[in-house]
């Protein structure tokens, strides 16, 4: 099992960059599985990126085809650490923003097991 957390949230105008981190607490950390979702008001959780190890030092990142470009999922296995690169931001990106973990690939929340508790990303024009 593996513990998350986020941070790096906050208030950001449209057209900026934030960075949000997700730490883990498992020595396995770098055997997971691992992505971003987000969570708007109302709406479902949203699938981001998510990194999956395939051996080794190899991963492979699968993208979310609206998200690809703008956002990139960004992980440090030494330092237990999973990143998200946010640029050109928009209003419409004000949400929740949630890491989580499994074993073996998905894109859909249900399936994962460990969450953290979310951190929160307005974006203001």
């Known amino acids: 099992q593996v513990q998350l957390e986020e941070s790096g949230g906050g208030l950001v105008q449209a057209g900026g960059s934030l960075r949000l981190r997700c730490t883990g607490s498992?020595?396995?950390?770098?055997?997971?599985?691992l992505a971003w979702f987000r969570q708007a008001p109302g709406k479902e959780r949203e699938f981001i990126a998510t990194?999956?190890?395939?051996?080794?030092?190899?991963?492979?990142?699968d993208y979310e085809d609206s998200f690809k470009g703008r956002f990139t999922i960004i992980r440090d296995n030494a330092k237990n650490n999973l990143f998200l690169q946010m640029n050109s931001l928009k209003p419409e990106d004000t949400a929740v923003y949630y890491c989580?973990?499994?074993?073996?690939?998905?894109?859909?929340?249900?399936?994962?097991?460990?969450w953290g508790q979310g951190t929160q990303v307005t974006v203001f024009s």
């Open positions: 990194t999956v190890w395939r051996g080794g030092e190899n991963y492979n990142e």
């Open positions: 989580a973990g499994r074993h073996g690939w998905s894109r859909t929340a249900s399936e994962y097991g460990y």
């Open positions: 498992t020595r396995s950390f770098g055997t997971y599985a």
